[in-house]
């Protein structure tokens, strides 16, 4: 590079960082809780956006996450703000049904219209795309091909043989037999036999005398005068199908007024051949964001339990791998094709529950500057206001949807109303503040106030109900059925505090999922399990159990517990018959499977059954005399339950402190990453 050149082509590479970095600040703003999927975005983008001569192939990232949680809209505002808003093309694979040339026709167009230069495609919902169905059988989509083909190189070759160029071909063989009839012609017009040129072509006197250019009385009476070789109407087919290589059709006209018949008819064959030339549609120079929701790689994604844990399920999502993402593709796509999207594989984390109220302020942050902008008038709202729609409307695993749906109907949804009383009803305000009236409120129904200020001063008052769904749903009973999950419940939390050392991060006795009378949210920090261990988690598992015996009899337990035992059977006998824990190192099976694996068929009346059978034995045991041990603890536990729907984490912590027998807060496992393995290893290899 000259000297010039080098200064140009650095004054053009700091005004592309400073975009950049301009965009990561206001993307960071605007959109929560994903500030390192945008930082690894714009890490991603850099040799594209910096260096796109150096580019040989397209940049591919791929955002996988959960629905509702932003990938879409992201990406769509991060090509506004580094000016490439008219240069994104977004297809949604979900809705595709075109066939393979149609998707392929418009990579072509969008890389025309770009003129070569760079640009983003956005592939959305591309679990859609799959080639292979839930019963790993290949599937005949000729839709997506087009897609792999842009995927793989970026350059792709297209026929494009369409109903011109079939016209065009029929047209030749009809010229070349008028010329066989005696038709002559001189710079591109027929001298002689004209009536026979008109009736092979078909021509018709509208036909002879259209011409787009000229409409006047001489350019008529001209015509009357001559016939075109070629007249205007097969023109027009000759140019559409052509029409990549000339400027105009008049550019066409000008080339065939100057042959005779034979020498037309070689051009024209000349040019059909050309049509029939693969054109090489060159994308390597794209950006391209792969799209799409892998639920199962999201553990408690199917639960739609508005109590769960935000803050939990965010670290379980924090956990998954690239791994676990490629081999979730496995299920949808062949090998070959998870390779073609490369290793930028970008997964967004569920959302806490920090990022879901902060969410919640930036729509109301929303609301309150088009109010200001149209109405002239400031719009605040208590932290009630907040709390109300974080309670009616997260789903931790639905993402932003149901919350914005929940603002829609406690704040926009009254806004006409409280508008009617400013201008109809003439309360001319400078301030409306939303706040929750505790005194008007019942556990069916949320009083909301709007208050109207003029100068700070109070001039109107309006109250309005909102009804509550959840709110409706998570009251207390206060009757049999919440004591006995709030003893059931109690029991597991207190078994998994003292045997697990693990402090349950919530426990409910009501919940708003109709499908869960209670719940324990509590898991060992540890992601394997020794054979050391399996007694103490069954006895967590029997917990519930032991709990409603020791406090209300054996008569008198309850069917709740069903789907505790068959956890706890499941894991029993996996231990057993496929982890070799117990007193054979083999895998077993069972007369009833399908087919015959390299198993060791089980007897069920002397075989393995029986220690699975004392495993359950021993953990209900241990689960019993734990209880009973920590009998003061569970009572009290219970009985908070009993009349509160909820305990967290710190509470539990102080019924732990003030009623557990022998219970040391340092026994508490909080690094569960050095519990013993490493140590002992290491250990063991000081001593050589």
Not at 119 to 146: P, V, Y
Not at 631 to 637: G, S
Request: glycine share 4%; charged share 30%.
């Amino acid at each position: 590079m000259i000297e010039n050149n080098i200064e140009e082509y650095r004054k053009d590479l700091l005004e592309k960082k400073n975009l950049l970095d301009s965009a990561i600040v206001q993307l960071k703003s605007e959109f929560v809780g994903i500030d390192n999927v945008i930082d690894q975005i714009a890490d991603a983008i850099g040799a594209w956006l910096f260096f796109p001569e150096m580019q040989e192939k397209p940049v591919i990232i791929n955002l996988w996450g959960l629905t509702g949680i932003g990938k879409t809209s992201l990406v769509k505002r991060f090509s506004q703000l580094i000016d490439y808003n008219e240069r994104y093309y977004r297809f949604d694979l979900g809705e595709s049904t075109g066939k393979y040339f149609d998707i392929q026709d418009s990579f072509k167009e969008i890389y025309e219209n770009c003129d070569k230069e760079p640009f983003i495609i956005g592939l959305d919902e591309f679990q859609f795309a799959r080639t292979i169905n839930e019963n790993q059988e290949e599937i005949d989509k000729s839709s997506s091909r087009a897609i792999w083909d842009l995927l793989d190189s970026g350059k792709f070759d297209l026929i494009d043989f369409n109903y011109n160029i079939g016209v065009f071909s029929k047209l030749i063989k009809k010229l070349d037999l008028s010329l066989s009839k005696g038709v002559e012609v001189e710079n591109g017009l027929v001298t002689l036999n004209a009536d026979i040129h008109k009736n092979i072509l078909e021509i018709t006197e509208d036909d002879d005398n259209d011409d787009e250019d000229g409409n006047d009385e001489s350019s008529k009476i001209n015509k009357e005068k001559k016939l075109y070789f070629i007249p205007e109407v097969n023109l027009n087919n000759i140019f559409y199908a052509v029409a990549d290589m000339f400027l105009s059709k008049s550019e066409l006209r000008d080339k065939l007024d100057k042959l005779d018949g034979e020498a037309t008819i070689e051009y024209l064959i000349q040019l059909y051949k050309k049509t029939l030339k693969p054109k090489t549609v060159d994308c390597s120079k794209a950006l391209v964001f792969i799209m799409g929701n892998l639920d199962e790689v999201y553990s408690m994604t199917h639960d739609f339990n508005p109590d769960m844990n935000a803050d939990e399920f965010n670290k379980q999502s924090l956990k998954i791998s690239v791994t676990q993402v490629k081999n979730a593709l496995l299920a949808r796509f062949r090998s070959e094709q998870i390779a073609r999207l490369g290793n930028i594989h970008i997964i967004y984390p569920s959302f806490t529950s920090e990022a879901f109220h902060r969410i919640i302020e930036l729509e109301l942050s929303k609301i309150q500057k088009k109010i200001k902008s149209i109405y002239n008038f400031d719009l605040t709202f208590d932290k009630g206001i907040n709390e109300l729609i974080y309670e009616e409307g997260v789903y931790p695993t639905q993402g932003t949807r149901p919350l914005f749906t929940t603002v829609q109907q406690i704040v926009n949804a009254r806004l006409g109303k409280i508008l009617n009383e400013v201008y109809i009803n003439g309360y001319f305000v400078d301030r409306l503040h939303f706040a929750i009236d505790e005194e008007g409120s019942t556990k069916d129904v949320a009083s909301l106030k709007i208050k109207f200020y003029k100068d700070e001063k109070l001039v109107h008052e309006w109250a309005d109900k909102q009804s509550l769904v959840l709110g409706k749903l998570r009251q207390e009973k206060l009757n049999d059925e919440q004591a006995i999950v709030a003893v059931h419940e109690s029991g597991h939390a207190i078994v998994s505090s003292i045997l697990m050392h693990t402090i349950p991060d919530s426990i409910f006795s009501v919940t708003a999922d109709s499908n869960s009378q209670g719940f324990v949210l509590a898991r060992p920090q540890w992601n394997y399990i020794s054979k050391k261990e399996i007694v103490n988690r069954l006895a967590v598992l029997m917990g519930g159990l032991v709990a409603e015996r020791i406090v209300f009899g054996d008569e008198n337990i309850t069917i709740g517990a069903s789907s505790d035992l068959q956890n706890a059977t499941k894991l029993a006998t996996y231990v057993l018959y496929a982890c070799g824990m117990g007193n054979m190192l083999a895998l077993f099976g069972n007369e009833n499977m399908d087919e015959t694996p390299n198993v060791i068929f089980d007897d069920a009346r002397e075989g393995i059954n029986r220690e699975a059978k004392a495993l359950l034995e021993a953990a209900e045991n241990l689960a019993q005399k734990t209880l009973e041990t920590q009998r003061v603890l569970l009572l009290q536990l219970a009985n908070y339950l009993s009349d509160k729907r909820a305990v967290s984490k710190d509470l539990m912590m102080e019924f732990l402190v003030k009623y557990a027998v022998d219970f040391k807060k340092e026994d508490i496992i909080t690094d569960a990453d050095h519990l013993f393995y490493r140590d002992h290893l290491k250990k063991q290899v000081d001593a050589l």
